[in-house]
């Protein structure tokens, strides 16, 4: 076998384990949904409580600052039905997706 084929071979199996390796990290994190009416929104700390249908609180971070400014402006306020997805980052639920439930 010549060097330079072997050279090849090595670098495509590396590049191979570091492909894989970022592709099962980026799926390892697996995305939670509810439903639930919004019981408590603090903008200081960006965290939003939800009551789940099955009446379980719920505290989700929000960071993006198109949600929190529906917060803000009141277009989501305590008491509106929502559908949330988050992960768990940190020990934390960050939020992905925050919407009104109606007209979903």
């Known amino acids: 076998?010549?060097?330079g084929s072997l050279r090849s071979?090595?670098?495509?199996?590396?590049?191979?384990l570091i492909f894989s390796a970022t592709v099962t990290s980026a799926f390892s994190e697996d995305v939670?949904?509810?439903k639930g009416k919004v019981k408590?929104?603090?903008?200081?700390t960006k965290t939003v409580i939800i009551t789940t249908q099955d009446g379980q609180d719920v505290t989700v971070v929000v960071e993006d600052e198109a949600t929190l400014?529906?917060?803000r402006d009141g277009r989501i306020s305590e008491g509106d039905d929502v559908r949330v997805k988050y992960k768990i980052q940190d020990g934390?639920?960050?939020s992905t997706?925050?919407?009104k439930a109606a007209g979903c």
């Open 40 to 44: 408590t929104i603090d903008l200081n």
């Open 9 to 16: 071979i090595i670098l495509l199996v590396v590049f191979s």
């Open 32 to 34: 939670i949904s509810i």
């Open 92 to 94: 934390k639920n960050i």
């Open 69 to 71: 400014a529906r917060f």
């Open 1 to 3: 076998m010549k060097k």
């Open 97 to 99: 997706s925050f919407k």
